[in-house]
């Protein structure tokens, strides 16, 4: 019987291989050409002063709190979307997805005018003495708001992947939905679920324009790192250049760690993928 | 300790009951579609009915008029289906424990169980494993023995050996015999071999319906049901029983004998003829002679059928010598004369 998996031919054209080294060069030159104004014997005082210290350090609290936020509102958020059906639902999917298109200053405008002093529940929150915007609060927010998309896609496409059965058979061997969720269905999902939360770090890490609007350039209260670099710009290119390099480093260090990980998992013998077997069938996909 | 259900499910086109006496396997059969796995699919809750009642053991499984439906995890009914659907994340053990860790047994009482019933289905050898470094048969092995780790009141089987190859099943099959001796399951299978050797009796289903059911012996001796005779490798005319034979739908006479059985009073009405391949034999023209009976056909399907031909026409079959295949020049579109004599016809009463 013929085996895909052992076949060798690859049926890639040759001018698709040099468009795709056009691609990879788009995005590694301008890296090259940063680097080559790093100002590096300053480098470490550049990026060791009181501002940079706590403007990075900011950055990857507020990253690492919106990551699990985005992970405790995404996940189900992914589940009901992959697994759920009910009227509206693509509605909704193209509701969640929105601040992927959305500029981040109209995200940060519609975060100030909902949660803001001024806004439609921030009145309420004002009137119980809680002052979110400009806090750093806002800045996970913001963070959170623009990141969230990230998660729910990857996790949603993971989860439909994996399909129904395994999920269908637990639940024949007496494992409750919550159980079936927890053994089952996460571990399933664990690449696609690893994946989501690195790229909502690292949207997180990155953002500007919603935590700006909304949460304003407060050192050591909500000026992250892009908000110090984009300051630093008018001021001291040196940094700028030097804080952006770092930010480059940390968030690649983050991908690198994460995105190494589940790769290692599910050793496999050779030719036989861990989801061998005929394709889904009418008992476990109702 | 049995299973009454009855289910309608008007979007898959099924209209069925069936009961499981006490320590009864049930072995479901029929063409594709015929909706055998959503019976199965029904009775393990994967599948809501839109009418009908199940009851397992005096408890209710679902029943629709009062709104009451159990979920999966509620109803004591293990499932193995063709794909073993081992957690690709778990070693083999934790496979097999999963089900009484899923239910509240400790982690060590868990693993004793599962421990217990790999040893059950010769696998206690597998423990440590992969899913993914296991073959297709010890892979439905373990998936065995996980299903029966949470002590099922039902076993649902739905096509467990369909995936395995020629030299796994054989094995798969005596484990069967072995597990479901005593035990209440309905089986859902293509194999006449699985059905004669684990089941104690056969439903043939046709269309999301109860065509045909009995004894496998039996059914499989006294097809009634064209599928049962195409599996029981018969010819099968239906029609209306006249004197002397049948008559079908298409006005063909069948002259024949009655089967042992076949009551006086029963031979009339709806009925059947039922012949074996090798009893049809294969000419260009009709021939002369003794009272036969003639039916005219075009060649579908031409085909090796162990050292003979089997020759395809329409609903029946002939099986001639690749000798007499070669000298008619057989090939699909030929016409032919098929005959058979009327003391090889066995006639039954629908």
Redesign the interface.
């Known amino acids: 019987m013929a085996r895909p998996d052992v076949w060798e031919f690859r049926a890639v054209p040759r001018w698709i291989v040099a468009l795709a080294v056009l691609g990879a060069l788009f995005i590694l030159l301008p890296l090259a050409g940063m680097a080559a104004r790093v100002n590096w014997p300053d480098f470490v005082a550049l990026v060791t002063s009181d501002s940079s210290r706590a403007a990075l350090f900011l950055s990857l609290r507020t990253a690492a709190a919106s990551t699990v936020l985005c992970l405790l509102l995404g996940v189900p958020l992914a589940i009901v979307l992959a697994r759920g059906s009910f009227p509206g639902q693509r509605l909704l999917r193209a509701l969640v997805l929105l601040p992927l298109v959305v500029p981040p200053v109209v995200g940060g405008l519609a975060l100030l005018y909902t949660f803001g002093r001024e806004g439609l529940i921030g009145r309420a929150l004002d009137v119980a003495g809680v002052s979110i915007a400009f806090s750093t609060t806002a800045v996970v927010m913001a963070q959170t708001f623009v990141a969230l998309p990230f998660l729910v896609l990857s996790l949603e496409g993971t989860l439909r992947t994996a399909g129904q ?2 999920e ?10 919550t ?2 969720l927890r ?2 269905t996460l ?2 999902v ?1 690449p696609g679920l690893v994946s989501g939360a690195v790229l909502a770090f690292a949207r997180s890490l990155g953002e500007f324009g919603a935590t700006l609007t909304f949460a304003g350039s407060l050192e050591g209260v909500t000026r992250t790192l892009p908000l110090e670099i984009y300051l630093q710009r008018e001021i001291d290119p040196d940094a700028a250049i030097a804080l952006s390099l770092l930010l480059i480093a940390v968030a690649a260090v983050v991908v690198a760690l994460t995105y190494r990980a589940p790769r290692r ?5 050779k030719g ?7 394709p889904p ?4 996909t ?1 | 300790m049995t299973l009454a259900m009855s289910a309608r499910l008007a979007q898959r086109n099924l209209d069925f009951s069936l009961t499981v006496g006490d320590g009864e396997t049930v072995a479901l059969m029929g063409p594709n579609g015929a909706g055998k ?2 019976v ?2 029904l009775l ?5 009915p839109e009418a009908g009642r199940a009851e397992l053991d005096g408890r209710v499984l679902y029943d629709a008029e009062r709104g009451h439906w159990l ?9 193995l ?5 081992l ?3 778990l070693s083999v053990l934790e496979n097999v424990a ?2 009484p860790s ?2 509240g047994a400790g982690r060590a009482a868990a693993r004793r169980d599962g421990r217990r019933w790999l040893q059950a289905v010769d696998a206690a050898d597998l423990a440590d494993r ?4 296991l073959s297709g048969g010890q892979a439905q092995r373990v998936a065995m023995a ?2 029966l780790a ?1 002590e099922p009141a039902l076993l649902l089987l ?1 096509e467990p050996m369909a ?1 395995l190859d020629i030299h796994s099943a054989p094995l798969l099959r005596r484990l069967l015999k072995r597990v479901l001796a005593g035990r209440q399951a309905v089986l859902v299978t293509h194999d006449v071999l699985d059905a004669l050797t684990l089941a104690d009796r056969i439903i043939v289903m046709e269309h999301g319906r109860i065509v045909e059911q009995g004894p496998p012996a039996a059914v499989l001796a006294t097809p009634r049901s064209r599928f049962a005779a195409g599996l029981a490798g018969l010819n099968v005319m239906t029609g209306s029983l006249v004197a002397g034979g049948l008559l079908t739908d298409d006005g063909e006479h069948v002259a024949g004998r009655w089967a042992p059985g076949a009551a006086a009073d029963e031979r009339a009405g709806a009925g059947t003829a039922a012949f074996p391949p090798s009893a049809v034999s294969v000419f260009l023209a009709a021939p002369h002679g003794s009272p036969r009976n003639v039916f005219a056909r075009t060649v579908t399907d031409v085909e090796p059928h162990g050292d003979q031909i089997r020759v395809r026409a329409g609903a029946l079959a002939a099986d001639i010598s690749p000798a007499a295949a070669a000298d008619l020049a057989l090939a699909p579109g030929t016409d032919v004369v098929l005959v058979v004599k009327a003391a090889e016809v066995a006639l039954y009463p629908a």
């Open positions: 059965r395994y269908a058979v637990a639940a024949t061997l007496g494992a409750r939905p159980v079936v053994r089952v571990p399933l664990l998992r599910h050793t496999r013998p036989r993928p861990a989801t061998a077997g005929p069938r009418e008992a476990a109702p | 796995s959503s199965v699919s393990a809750g994967l599948l809501r979920p999966p995890h509620a109803r004591g009914t293990g499932l289906a063709q794909d073993p659907l957690f690709p994340h999963f089900g899923s239910t992969r899913p993914a470094e996980r299903a949470t739905d995936a």
